[in-house]
């Protein structure tokens, strides 16, 4: 029978997108949780690309600059060695 003829509880045609055992709050809640851990896998790349630009400024500032902002070599060196994830 095709699924656009199946007849559900009373008789009454089935929708196909209908919840059945609150089937439709259990993949709510995967999809919910799918979202969030998208949200939170996209967040976490940003934060990434974000430390190695940063890195990479630091790399390329010119020594009277870093005297500015309060960095000398030895403290440069080490953030610029991090790996992008720490």
């Not at 259990?26 to 999809?31: A, E, N």
């Not at 976490?44 to 790399?59: D, E, G, H, P, T």
Request: proline share 6%; glycine share 6%.
């Amino acid at each position: 029978m095709p699924l656009n003829n199946m007849k559900g509880e009373g008789g009454f045609p089935m929708n196909q997108g209908a919840c059945i055992n609150r089937s439709c709050e259990i993949v709510s809640s995967h999809s919910e949780l799918d979202r969030n851990t998208r949200v939170r896998f996209y967040e976490r790349v940003m934060q990434w690309k974000q430390r190695a630009r940063s890195r990479r400024y630091l790399r390329d500032m010119p020594s009277y600059l870093l005297k500015d902002i309060g960095i000398d070599e030895p403290q440069r060196q080490e953030e610029i060695r991090k790996p992008f994830w720490r």
